[in-house]
T-cell receptor, first 115, second 115 residues
Framework: AQSVTQPDIHITVSEGASLELRCNYS??????LFWYVQSPGQGLQLLLK??????LVQGIKGFEAEFKRSQSSFNLRKPSVHWSDAAEYFC?????????????FGTGTRLQVTL | EAGVAQSPRYKIIEKRQSVAFWCNPI?????LYWYQQILGQGPKLLIQ????????DSQLPKDRFSAERLKGVDSTLKIQPAKLEDSAVYLC?????????????FGPGTRLTVL
């Protein structure tokens, strides 16, 4: 069975500081990995995705993530956080199950940005 | 390009009542998904449609939940009768296809409160 773990429920950083959100996955085959962001009252927006190739993936809004197979991790990073980045961040893994393609989410990390 | 539309945005009902949610996917997207997001958790897939056929409903509580996508475009999710534990945000998403590499685009969700 596949699972996604986001160990940090809540993180607070100062505006301008760097950010790293952790994500660990459990899946036997090559995973398809995603990071989504959810602002209050909004749906989920895709930040970036990893399917294969270069293990450092660039996304929107200045975010990047690095896939590390040896550590089963896909951590999200941003060098300088803006106040508008305050939101909930979800890591997700996707695999095919028969004719379906299931996306499994972690429990999320809520990011608070102080000015 | 218009995104995924959902209505209503908010709904409050009493337990044992029925409720229905509507979703209109992005034009041309063959695959439609319904997710349930309970407070403090990541979204959980309830049902996946490919055109007007169901490809995965393994996590849909079929004794009370039903969903349809009759013409392969918009979809309705119904709960009858509702229970307290159904309080959640119901997210609709769509993708062009149903493969593991297809990006899912999410609507803003319907927040359901069951009293």
């Amino acid at each position: 069975a596949q699972s996604v773990t986001q160990p940090d429920i809540h993180i607070t950083v100062s505006e301008g500081a760097s950010l790293e959100l952790r994500c660990n996955y459990s899946y036997g085959a090559t995973p398809y990995l995603f990071w989504y962001v959810q602002s209050p009252g909004q749906g989920l927006q895709l930040l970036l995705k990893y399917f294969s190739g270069d293990t450092l993936v660039q996304g929107i809004k200045g975010f990047e993530a690095e896939f590390k197979r040896s550590q089963s991790s896909f951590n999200l990073r941003k060098p300088s956080v803006h106040w508008s980045d305050a939101a909930e961040y979800f890591c997700a893994v996707r695999r095919r199950t028969g004719t379906a393609s299931k996306l499994t989410f972690g429990t999320g990390t809520r990011l608070q940005v102080t000015l | 390009e218009a995104g995924v539309a959902q209505s209503p945005r908010y709904k409050i009902i009493e337990k044992r009542q029925s409720v229905a949610f509507w979703c209109n996917p992005i034009s041309g997207h063959a695959t439609l998904y319904w997710y349930q997001q309970i407070l403090g958790q990541g979204p959980k897939l309830l049902i996946q449609f490919q055109n007007n056929g169901v490809v995965d409903d393994s996590q849909l509580p079929k004794d009370r939940f039903s969903a349809e996508r009759l013409k392969g475009v918009d979809s309705t999710l119904k709960i009858q009768p509702a229970k307290l534990e159904d309080s959640a945000v119901y997210l609709c998403a769509s993708s062009f296809g149903g493969s593991t590499t297809d990006t899912q685009y999410f609507g803003p969700g319907t927040r359901l409160t069951v009293l």
